[in-house]
């Protein structure tokens, strides 16, 4: 579920490293993506970064525009408030087979990962906090004990990272997170199901409220449309 593919001498795939650009916000929504200045950014020949962008548009974030190229996936605020709802459906199941299912080591990697949100949280570093909460929510995947599940929830959190990592920036979210994470925590380990997923389910809608306040307090201006579209 955790593996990336590597290319020679252990380095990311190019796939991967256009992948950690969307995520981190080197490439913003609707941007669009030069094979060419990619190939030279990344070292490589088109074809490799022509197959990248075939790959990313599989995961949903790359839209390719016949006759216009590549650009990073633009979501709508009403498509982001559905995925979110979904989010929060699967990943509240899998927080639900987790307190059921999760051993013993398991529950020491979560606990862990729980820890590293609270050293990024004191330290201030969203960006920090991003990758621990990220790992976080993978163990929880994991420990649910259902492989379909696991990849179903992985899948959509991987479409929708550059924007649970964005609406980490809203002043205050990381606190309550962190706070939403350990009351998940805390059910899993009592082995309390329904608690487990409540908890989940309300911490990940949560984020999606707190992602559309962010969006509602910037200035309106009108959405500039992929071309084609």
Partial sequence: MNVQLKGKQGKPSVRDAIEQDIVTGFYSPGDRLDEAGLAARHQVSRTPVREALIQLSTMGLVKMVPNRGAFVTQLTITELVEMFEVMG??????????????RPEQLKLLEGAQAACATAQQAGNSDDYYYANAEFHRLIYEASGNGFLAENAHALQRRLKPYRRLQLRVPGRVNSSLSEHEEVLAAIRDRDDARARDAMRNHVVIQGEYFSDFLALMRPVERQLIPGE
């Fill in 89 to 102: 459906e699967l990943e509240a199941m899998c927080a639900r087979l987790a307190a059921r299912r999760i």
